[in-house]
């Protein structure tokens, strides 16, 4: 009897210290080393500086997360969002650690970009047609620069939500444009459509393609 009992003390202190099967281990870190330092950003594509806010999710397993966006702030957490008030090419840094005080990087460039700009198409039908941007936050404003008609360009007003833009805009013979489109993933491209009114009261659609000139 004192022999068993002997036996199960020395036995019970190792299963609780993790000697044993499946024995209490709560992380990675004691499984030999830090924790994978990986991270997914979603949406996927550039985004919209001042827009589009991205979902940074890293891999689970670590006693702490930190990040660095590479503009001057940073954050702390398995999964954070950011939004880049600025265009640029951001270097990302997140750093794991365990409980141990080991520590892993992982890094990603995000590219930001805003719609600032001229852009423009060749429409059959409607001939060059091309708008300038003045991208503030999530609001547009700018000017039809081709002249219709013999009419001085218009003021457009619009705005963005996530990749969606779309803008209207009357000019002074009267003729109102309005356009909702896509922005592509690489941010050179918005296609959509435009729906043209006269001052005939007449709407004509018209698929548009603008490129960043």
Not at 72 to 97: C, D, N, Y
Not at 130 to 157: K, M, N, Y
């Amino acid at each position: 009897m004192r022999l068993s009992k002997l036996v199960l003390a020395l036995v019970l202190p190792s299963l609780a210290c993790g000697g044993g099967a499946g024995g209490g281990i709560t992380d990675s870190t004691a499984a030999g080393g830090p924790p994978a330092a990986t991270f997914s950003v979603t949406p996927e594509g550039k985004a919209i500086a001042d827009v589009t806010p991205l979902r940074l999710v890293a891999a689970p397993g670590a006693a702490s997360y930190s990040w660095d966006f590479g503009d001057g702030t940073s954050g702390s957490g398995a999964e954070v969002t950011k939004t880049f008030r600025a265009p640029g090419a951001f270097r990302v840094i997140l750093t794991v650690a365990d409980s141990r005080g080991g520590s892993l990087t992982a890094t990603r460039t995000i590219e930001a970009f805003r719609l600032d700009g001229y852009w423009a198409d060749r429409v059959d039908g409607l001939g060059n047609y091309g708008v300038a941007f003045d991208q503030s936050g999530a609001s547009l404003a700018g000017e039809l620069v081709t002249w219709r008609h013999g009419c001085r360009p218009a003021s457009i007003r619009g705005g963005i939500q996530g990749r969606t833009l779309t803008y209207s805009g009357t000019d002074e013979c009267g003729h109102v444009d309005r356009f909702e489109g896509t922005i592509d993933d690489a941010g050179v491209l918005v296609q959509g459509d435009l729906r043209f009114t006269e001052t005939d009261g007449i709407t004509r659609g018209y698929e548009i393609h603008f490129k960043r000139q």
